[in-house]
Nanobody, 121 residues
Framework: QVQLVESGGGLVQPGGSLRLSCAAS????????GSWYREAPEKQRELVAT???????DYLDSVKGRFSISFDSAKRTVYLQMNNLQPEDTAVYYC???????????????WGQGAQVTVSS
């Protein structure tokens, strides 16, 4: 079985940067697509960024120009680079990915455990 393991959250001042990582725990799987969602207190979970290993990406309007999603196939990891963070970016960030089983060639959707990002002075 494979898991998505997130890391990189934390506390940052407004205007600062963080990079979230989401790694597949097994080398027998590879990313097909990857997305980052966030959930703030008393708000619905929203899609922040999505991308494919072929290079297509899309972003929530409020993060365009500040956030960037990328993949490292060799490390089986998807990243979310977050620059110029603002207090309204405070939330738990979840990665979501379609992983392809290299043996069976089946693709399954998985969620990471979540990473807290707090932007505060």
């Amino acid at each position: 079985q494979v898991q998505l393991v997130e890391s990189g959250g934390g506390l940052v001042q407004p205007g600062g940067s963080l990079r979230l990582s989401c790694a597949a725990s097994s080398g027998m799987f590879m990313f097909h697509t990857g997305s980052w969602y966030r959930e703030a207190p008393e708000k619905q979970r929203e899609l922040v960024a999505t991308g494919t290993i072929h290079g297509s990406t899309d972003y929530l309007d409020s993060v365009k120009g500040r956030f960037s999603i990328s993949f490292d196939s060799a490390k089986r990891t998807v990243y979310l680079q977050m620059n110029n963070l603002q207090p309204e970016d405070t939330a738990v960030y979840y990665c979501n990915a379609d992983l392809r089983d290299l043996i069976s060639s089946t693709t399954t959707n998985y969620w990471g455990q979540g990473a807290q990002v707090t932007v505060s002075s």
